[in-house]
């Protein structure tokens, strides 16, 4: 079952879809804000990200680069907008996909399921972190390419060594326990025996990098818990924030609109599915299904309104 991470503010739509996505069959965790969402990228390993862009907390093109910094996930954007541009900004940062809302579950589980394909994801292992290059001080760090260099010189590492590393700097900031690490880097990690080879294995990587356990500036040991990886990772150039332009309200508005009435489609659709599922007979069927499609047809109807409106207020009187 592939595990679906869903990042929406709307509560309305988080909870439509996950209880649409869990009934086609996925594995479903949300989060209503960006840092609910980085955080669960990293802790609840998704096999696919569905993100919404306009979040309280942070600018949407900004997570859609930060989760690519972070994860090679296949990440799709929920737009309520209508601005092409947008589109295009949000898969140059590093989407995926994007789905226009109000949208159907069909269409958004054929989408999904077409990411995890083309990802390999949704097996039992997690999708591989993206190759990315750290330039940390005196240590430079490409973990795409596998080399590691200390003032410019080299630097070896074991097999182990490398999943270690590549654990550390791919939660920073974050207490690794000592089981977790042994779970992740060893198959069969259990024990005191594997402790004390973690031990020693982290001692032998601190030595390649040059980081003395007294005074550490990578990785920092807590005592009788785990390691955390300390040093601080390059931050990506600021960018500014777009100026507010003309209809910018309305967009807003248009979004919320999208989002009830996304969250709206996708309960009719789960109740014709279970229209269609259930014992009663083809007339009992058609009676209670036509008001579902007459339903089904309005909130379409409505999705295009609200459509024209924003387009209607993007390009002001005539």
């Known amino acids: 079952m592939a595990k679906v ?16 996505l869990g009934r086609v069959g996925f594995d479903v965790v949300v989060a209503p804000d960006a840092r609910g969402g980085i ?31 972070l994860s090679s996930v296949p990440v799709l954007i929920l737009s309520g907008s209508t601005d092409e541009s947008r589109k295009v900004q949000a898969l140059e940062a590093g989407a995926d996909d994007y789905l226009d809302k109000p949208f159907g579950i069909d269409e958004l589980g054929a989408r999904l399921r077409a990411l995890l394909r083309r990802s390999g994801a949704g097996a039992s292992e997690a999708a591989p972190a993206r190759p990315v290059r750290h330039e ?24 182990t060594e490398w999943r270690l590393l590549e654990e550390l700097v791919g939660h920073p900031g974050r ?8 779970s992740r880097v060893w198959e069969e990690g259990r024990g005191e025996e ?23 500036a990578y ?15 390059p931050a990506e150039p600021e960018r500014a924030e777009p100026d507010p332009g003309p209809g910018d309200d ?34 009992e069927r058609a009676s209670v299904g036509a008001p579902l499609g007459h339903l089904d047809a309005t909130l379409a109807r409505a999705a295009r309104l609200a459509v024209a409106l924003e387009h209607r207020a993007v390009a002001g009187p005539a």
Do not use: C
Not at 136 to 159: E, I
Not at 175 to 182: A, I, M, Q, R
């Open 250 to 283: 309305t967009r807003a508005l248009v979004h919320d609109l999208n989002n009830a009435l996304t969250a709206l489609q996708l309960g009719v659709h789960l109740a014709q599915g279970r229209l269609e599922r259930s014992s009663l007979s083809e007339e």
């Open 194 to 216: 594997s402790r004390a080879a973690l031990r020693t294995h982290v001692r032998s990587l601190r030595a390649k990098l040059q980081d003395p356990a007294d005074h550490p």
């Open 219 to 233: 990785v920092a040991t807590e005592s009788g818990a785990g390691y955390r990886w300390i040093a601080e990772m």
């Open 5 to 20: 991470l869903v990042v929406d503010d709307d509560p309305a739509l988080r909870q439509a879809l996950r209880g649409a």
């Open 136 to 159: 940390l001080g005196r240590l430079v760090l490409d973990l795409g390419a596998r080399t590691v260099a200390v003032d410019g010189h080299p630097v070896h590492l074991t097999p």
């Open 175 to 182: 207490l690794l326990t000592h089981g977790w690490l042994l």
């Open 39 to 69: 955080d669960l990228l990293s802790t609840a390993e998704p096999d696919v990200v569905v993100l919404d862009l306009g979040l309280p907390d942070a600018h949407g093109l900004d997570v859609v680069r930060r989760f690519r910094s």
